[in-house]
DNA sequence: CATCTTTGCTGAGTAAGCTCATATTTGAGT
DNA sequence: ACTCAAATATGAGCTTACTCAGCAAAGATG
């Protein structure tokens, strides 16, 4: 077996390797323009595929569907919006507020392009879990509630199992109020007062 | 104008409008049929449109997608499981039982067929809410949230703003354990427990 | 370097939902 | 009954996400 040059790292890294990542990160960032540019809906995987500069198949070796593609894309900065709303929940003591610090980047970043948004939530609750960057925007899901839990536990009369299940409530709650087409043209500021109205409800009986 | 024999009733109703009304109950019908036995994906706008006997082009002016004919389709049967919670939750004095006994049927209609269930949901939050059948769809979930809030009041110490706030709660939670891939496979039974662990911790606080 | 295997790329082709120009049917006026 | 306008039906055709059989490149082997 031919040994590859190890850079640094300690990696071993062919060629192949590293013209996959590239290519990978040609996609993401075609598809991160034209989706941000124009919206999911009116941009096609061959427009894509030629802003990548790859054939029409490959770009189906890198994500399978369509929906795969913005999960990939939108993932990144939801992760941003989620490390934003962690850190500034850390600084809000009352455990509302805490929450909301949480819930209000998670929803700016969602509502940058409302479309984009909206598919990012369809595809999170109907794509196929089984795919990589799915699995990605489910883990993601999964410490937002985390967070939120953890918030939530700050108050000693609420039961570690008890705070899961709240912020296991919370996040449908946002799914549901960034979802609904009810509120598809309300900006930010509404779907967050919305949002906090019901999480106050919820958490202070 | 030709003044059209008006039948007992009283409307005029011409040869136009009794063919409509004829074709569009074939057409309900075709697309129940084929949904049930083989799943909402897994059906060409083609066939239905053979097996109504219509043009396929006919299929598209009674409803705009095929999105559009399912919320046809289910709605009447979603109707039937919410009249059905209605009058369980009646004779049911505990306040998280009755609750109860309006999600099970609900959940019950919409597991008979998981994938057409799931595809139902997600047409109610993601579809064209302008178009009749979705109006519909749209109204149910409505009448179900005001079906809940009616029986949270029952308590005193809740109001009525407070009930309908927790209503809606429940529905989200109830869309989002419908809906979620991960109890894509889960009995009924699974996803009632899920959703009535929620509910308790929602209202008995 | 020559050969072979494995992995990755390609774009013409397929499928299916939906559209739209054209044709047909209905009903009103005379 | 005849004519005209409006409403309705039709299916060939379009768009677009996705597939797959064949091809090219990278890496292993001797």
């Not at 507020?97 to 939530?121: F, H, W």
């Not at 089984?130 to 990605?136: G, I, L, V």
């Amino acid at each position: 077996m031919r040994v590859v040059v190890m850079a640094g790292g300690g990696q071993r890294v062919g060629r192949r390797e590293r013209n996959k990542q590239e290519k990978l990160e040609r996609i993401t960032a075609a598809a991160r323009e034209l989706f941000a540019e124009r919206g999911v809906d009116e941009v096609t995987t061959q427009e894509i595929a030629d802003k990548a500069d790859i054939g029409a198949g490959t770009l189906f070796l890198y994500a399978k569907t369509k929906g795969e593609l913005l999960l990939l894309v939108q993932n990144s900065t939801y992760a941003e919006a989620l490390a934003q709303g962690k850190a500034d929940a850390e600084r809000v003591p009352d455990e509302l507020e805490a929450v909301m610090s949480i819930v209000r980047p998670v929803v700016e970043c969602n509502r940058k392009q409302v479309d984009n948004g909206r598919t990012y939530l369809r595809e999170i609750v109907f794509g196929d879990p089984q795919e990589p960057h799915h699995r990605d925007a489910l883990l993601l899901t999964v410490q937002t509630e985390q967070a939120i839990a953890e918030v939530l536990r700050r108050n000693d009369r609420i039961g570690a199992d008890e705070a899961a299940t709240l912020a296991h409530i919370v996040s449908a709650i946002m799914f549901v109020s960034m979802a609904a087409t009810i509120n598809l043209a309300n900006p930010v500021d509404d779907v967050v007062r919305e949002i906090r109205d019901q999480v106050r409800v919820l958490i202070s009986r």
